[in-house]
T-cell receptor, first 115, second 111 residues
Framework: DTGVSQDPRHKITKRGQNVTFRCDPISEHNRLYWYRQTLGQGPEFLTYFQNEAQLEKSRLLSDRFSAERPKGSFSTLEIQRTEQGDSAMYLC?????????????FGPGTRLLVL | GEDVEQSLFLSVREGDSSVINCTYTDSSSTYLYWYKQEPGAGLQLLTYIFSNMDMKQDQRLTVLLNKKDKHLSLRIADTQTGDSAIYFCAERYNQGGKLIFGQGTELSVKP
């Protein structure tokens, strides 16, 4: 399967714990996006990378959130000191950004539940 | 401002056409997208339209764009039970390409 993959698919954690999610984009896609989706809502943009560079971060991305894409391939999203309000589906998407039309392909998501 | 709005629910009978509507606020959006999400799954791109187009047809899907009114619609012809899902419209910002999504329209297709 050459689509976007995410790991783990599900994560249950206790409040205050740290969690890390991984996203593997489609090979050679230069852009990678993270979104968060809560129940009954559309995805909300969190941050994106072009190659290794993190170019934009949403106001939603508090200091407890950090994302990296060290070699311009896979990316990790870490949440420190999780809170119940962090419970959501975390979606990753990748694209080949050329400045014109670009299609973002989404992974299956990581569903986080904070108890 | 960033705002995309959709009606929350639509129910149709199998074989009928479905029309899902969306309004957006950013007149500088260059591309508008329709995604489909089935329960527990990620988003699947259905189609997109460039902002200088009025209409795009792709098999059973027809997208209409009224740029003056900032209104986008997705028509699904001959709707099947397998089309039951949540449909999201999204606008793409010029800078960086992030997508701004509506809250989704849940389409229910009854046999």
């Amino acid at each position: 399967d050459t689509g976007v993959s995410q790991d783990p698919r599900h994560k249950i954690t206790k409040r205050g714990q740290n969690v890390t999610f991984r996203c593997d984009p489609i090979s050679e896609h230069n852009r990678l996006y993270w979104y968060r989706q809560t129940l009954g809502q559309g995805p909300e943009f969190l941050t994106y990378f072009q190659n290794e560079a993190q170019l934009e971060k949403s106001r939603l991305l508090s200091d407890r959130f950090s994302a990296e894409r060290p070699k311009g391939s896979f990316s990790t999203l870490e949440i420190q000191r999780t809170e119940q309000g962090d419970s959501a589906m975390y979606l990753c998407a990748s694209s080949q950004g050329t400045g014109g039309q670009e299609t973002q392909y989404f992974g299956p998501g990581t569903r986080l539940l904070v108890l | 401002g960033e705002d995309v709005e959709q009606s929350l629910f639509l129910s149709v009978r199998e074989g009928d056409s479905s029309v899902i509507n969306c309004t957006y606020t950013d007149s500088s959006s260059t591309y508008l997208y329709w995604y489909k999400q089935e329960p527990g799954a990620g988003l699947q791109l259905l189609t997109y339209i460039f902002s200088n187009m009025d209409m795009k047809q792709d098999q059973r899907l027809t997208v209409l764009l009224n740029k003056k009114d900032k209104h986008l619609s997705l028509r699904i012809a001959d709707t099947q039970t397998g089309d039951s899902a949540i449909y999201f419209c999204a606008e793409r910002y010029n800078q960086g390409g992030k997508l701004i999504f509506g809250q989704g329209t849940e389409l229910s297709v009854k046999p």
